[in-house]
């Protein structure tokens, strides 16, 4: 596609539940970054990937938090066991790694609830 | 290691009055920088970047922003706030070192007042 795609662009779920969000980066974008951005705060990194590897997870919460990428492409973020502090946005971002300027182009973001 | 500090957290300007919010930086490799602006329930847009060419940089809508190295600092401008500049920018520090590393700032929310 011609953007950063994100899906479910909201999503209400219940204490306990789990939860995929869905990032598809712009074809061709090597590099993938997932970051959480909670209400009257910063953006949070989580993890990024190179390819379908992940040289940097620091910034994942907890190990209720994983992501994966198949394919170079379409990545997922899970959350086990939501929390109600797992309420945020978390945006998803790609660029191209040939051009080492750090620009990203970020998708919409997906909204979590947790009730 | 790299870092940045937004020193405003908020920032309100009267429509038709100068624009500055205010970005320092820290960083271990020679950094690009830059501004993105978030509108209400709105991805991330990218406003202006610097990336060693030259250092005063104009970006979309009427802004722009100065890399000073010796004051370590990428302050984002404009002459004349409009109504629809209202939203949350973020400065941005990226390393060219080893991997992709991207920093945010922690935001300045501009409000303008009619």
């Known amino acids: 596609g011609a953007g950063v795609s994100q899906s479910p662009s909201n999503k209400v779920t219940e204490k306990g539940k789990d939860v995929e969000l869905r990032c598809d980066p712009i074809s061709g974008h090597t590099a993938l970054y997932w970051y959480r951005q909670s209400l009257g705060q910063g953006l949070e990194f989580l993890i990024y990937f190179q390819g379908n590897s992940a040289p940097d997870k620091s910034g994942l919460p907890s190990d209720r938090f994983s992501a994966e990428r198949t394919g170079g492409s379409v990545s997922t973020l899970t959350i086990q066991r939501t929390q109600q502090e797992d309420s945020a946005v978390y945006l998803c971002?790609?660029?191209?790694?040939?051009?080492?300027?750090?620009?990203?182009?970020f998708g919409e973001g997906s909204r979590l609830t947790v009730l | 290691a790299q870092s940045v500090t937004q020193l405003d957290s908020h920032v309100s300007v009267s429509e038709g009055t100068p624009v500055l919010l205010r970005c320092n930086y820290s960083?271990?490799?020679?950094?690009?920088l830059f501004w993105y602006v978030q509108h209400p329930n709105k991805g991330l847009q990218l406003l202006l970047k610097?990336?060693?060419?030259?250092?005063l940089v104009k970006g979309i809508n009427g802004f722009e922003a100065e890399f000073k190295k010796s004051e370590t600092s990428f302050h984002l401008t404009k002459p004349s706030a409009h109504m629809s500049d209202a939203a949350e920018y973020f400065c941005v520090v990226s390393s060219s070192g080893g991997y992709q590393k991207v920093t945010f700032g922690t935001g300045t929310k501009l409000q303008v007042i009619p």
């Open positions: 960083s271990s490799y020679s950094p690009s």
């Open positions: 971002a790609s660029n191209s790694a040939g051009v080492r300027t750090g620009e990203l182009f």
């Open positions: 610097y990336t060693s060419a030259a250092t």
